[in-house]
């Protein structure tokens, strides 16, 4: 055989198994990089659902804060200021002055507890939003509870023991509210952790 022929033979031999070759390893890298992309996009979807979660966690937990806080500047809105009635005009303008301090400290930390209560709606949201499915039951649960919880700032003779509707035709104590509210932020916790630790 000619050195021709072998020459032939030999560029027609890789031509045959360099272009599938080529192609092969185009199609791996490409298939590579769609695998990589979607990875990316799993974690970048997770760590925003992640970051949501923890979002309605702060909320509720600032929203329970904040309503202790009104409930009580509630209650000290409520004492009975002795100097009022007194007959010393210093008295009488202390008192004056103690009970207006005591209307602000009730209406700021109302204001406080009523936008505590929208970022945790403005949380849940987000989480209806991002996900998980699993999550959003539990979130709006606390949402619910949390607008019940405001009513401890409401007025200045509320007391733990009374009855307030938790639905349409059904009255519980408020003390019910509290416990309510606690066990929800349990149950979030342990549906927002099972979601996570099983991915």
Same mark, same amino acid.
């Given at each position: 055989?000619? @050195? #021709?022929?072998?020459?032939?033979?030999?560029?027609? !031999?890789?031509?045959?198994?360099?272009?599938?070759?080529?192609?092969?390893?185009?199609?791996?890298?490409?298939?590579?990089?769609?695998?990589?992309?979607?990875?990316?996009? $799993?974690?970048?979807? $997770? !760590?925003?659902?992640?970051?949501?979660?923890?979002?309605?966690?702060?909320?509720?937990?600032?929203? =329970?804060?904040?309503?202790?806080?009104?409930?009580?500047?509630?209650?000290?809105? !409520?004492? @009975?200021? $002795?100097?009022?009635?007194?007959?010393?005009?210093?008295?009488?303008?202390?008192?004056?002055?103690?009970?207006?301090?005591?209307?602000?400290?009730?209406?700021?930390?109302?204001?406080?507890?009523?936008?505590?209560?929208?970022?945790?709606? =403005?949380?849940?949201?987000?989480?209806?939003?991002?996900?998980?499915?699993?999550? @959003?039951?539990?979130?709006?649960?606390?949402?619910?509870?949390?607008?019940?919880?405001?009513?401890?700032?409401?007025?200045?003779?509320?007391?733990?023991?009374?009855?307030?509707?938790?639905?349409?035709?059904?009255?519980?104590?408020?003390?019910?509210?509290?416990?309510?509210?606690? #066990?929800?932020?349990?149950?979030?916790?342990?549906? !927002?952790?099972?979601?996570?630790?099983? @991915?």
């Amino acid at each position: 055989m000619s @050195i #021709e022929a072998v020459a032939s033979l030999v560029t027609a !031999t890789v031509a045959v198994v360099g272009v599938p070759a080529v192609y092969m390893q185009a199609r791996a890298a490409r298939l590579s990089a769609e695998a990589a992309g979607r990875a990316q996009l $799993q974690h970048t979807r $997770q !760590t925003s659902q992640h970051a949501a979660s923890v979002e309605v966690l702060a909320a509720a937990d600032e929203l =329970k804060r904040a309503c202790d806080n009104s409930g009580s500047a509630a209650w000290w809105l !409520t004492m @009975i200021y $002795q100097d009022g009635v007194s007959d010393d005009d210093r008295r009488r303008e202390r008192a004056r002055e103690q009970k207006e301090s005591a209307e602000r400290r009730h209406e700021e930390a109302f204001d406080h507890a009523c936008e505590a209560y929208e970022r945790l709606v =403005k949380a849940v949201a987000r989480l209806e939003l991002e996900g998980p499915d699993q999550l @959003i039951a539990s979130a709006a649960r606390l949402a619910d509870l949390g607008d019940l919880l405001q009513l401890q700032g409401q007025g200045t003779n509320f007391d733990e023991d009374d009855l307030v509707y938790v639905t349409e035709h059904e009255q519980q104590p408020f003390t019910w509210v509290t416990k309510q509210f606690a #066990e929800a932020r349990s149950k979030f916790i342990l549906d !927002t952790r099972s979601y996570f630790n099983d @991915i």
